[in-house]
């Protein structure tokens, strides 16, 4: 039985479910065309933080200038499908045990997605760094409707305070009076993006760590049939024909 071999296979399987997770997270996010509600209002406005949906661009929402985001063929969609167009590249490899052409270009291909995926989870890491004045200038541009929204789902009202920025009546501010005695948003929408984003961020690294192990099963196998390759010709050399 070839160890090495499959080792590599189960690698490279997790590989692939690594993909499919990418697309199948991408894809199922909620239509960003669709009004926010108070279940996604604060994801959608992350999102527009971080590579994984593309770049915010302005729409109107019932005639509510607000922010809106890209389809999904953003960072983590690309980067699924490149994910799951390597492993495709692995599968004539191990059709043809003597080839190495196919096992290298699957590895070449690996390497980029390492890079690709590292680079979304740096950014994201970056991005975390900085991420209370990202917040408070992301507030400020939304919709008086998404602020009231965001103080519902956080019971909070105002950003630093009631009136920094000045809070939007709703059902949890519904007068100043009330609306002095609660707490601004920002202390639990920071909690809420720092967990969110980082679990986003250590996931991807998660993922680069996979995509390094497979990468170092491609060349342990490269150098198996690289051997075999040369043991075959010292046999053919010998007249004991290839094995």
């Not at 995926?117 to 939304?142: I, P």
Request: glycine share 6%; net charge positive.
């Amino acid at each position: 039985m070839n160890r090495v071999l499959i080792s590599y296979i189960i690698f490279d399987l997790l590989f692939l479910a690594t993909g499919v997770l990418l697309l199948v997270a991408t894809l199922t996010q909620d239509d960003d065309r669709n009004p926010p509600t108070r279940a996604n209002v604060a994801r959608k406005m992350l999102l527009s933080l971080c590579p994984l949906r593309g770049e915010p661009q302005s729409t109107s929402l019932d005639g509510v200038s607000q922010t809106a985001f890209s389809d999904p063929k953003t960072a983590a969609f690309v980067n699924g499908v490149f994910i799951i167009f390597a492993f495709m590249l692995s599968l004539p490899g191990l059709a043809l045990p003597t080839s190495r052409m196919w096992l290298w270009m699957h590895g070449w291909l690996v390497a980029f997605c390492i890079t690709f995926t590292l680079a979304l989870g740096v950014d994201l890491w970056l991005q975390t760094l900085k991420m209370r004045s990202n917040l408070s200038t992301l507030w400020a541009r939304q919709s008086p409707q998404i602020q009231g929204l965001l103080q519902e789902t956080f019971n909070c009202c105002g950003y630093m305070d009631s009136s920094t920025p000045p809070f939007q009546p709703n059902s949890v501010c519904p007068n100043s009076l009330k609306a002095a005695n609660m707490p601004g948003c920002v202390w639990d929408f920071s909690n809420y993006t720092n967990t969110y984003l980082g679990t986003i961020f250590t996931a991807s690294f998660g993922i680069v760590a996979l995509d390094v192990l497979l990468l170092l099963n491609v060349s342990m196998v490269l150098k198996q049939r690289r051997e075999q390759k040369r043991y075959r010709h010292i046999d053919e050399k010998n007249g004991l024909g290839s094995i």
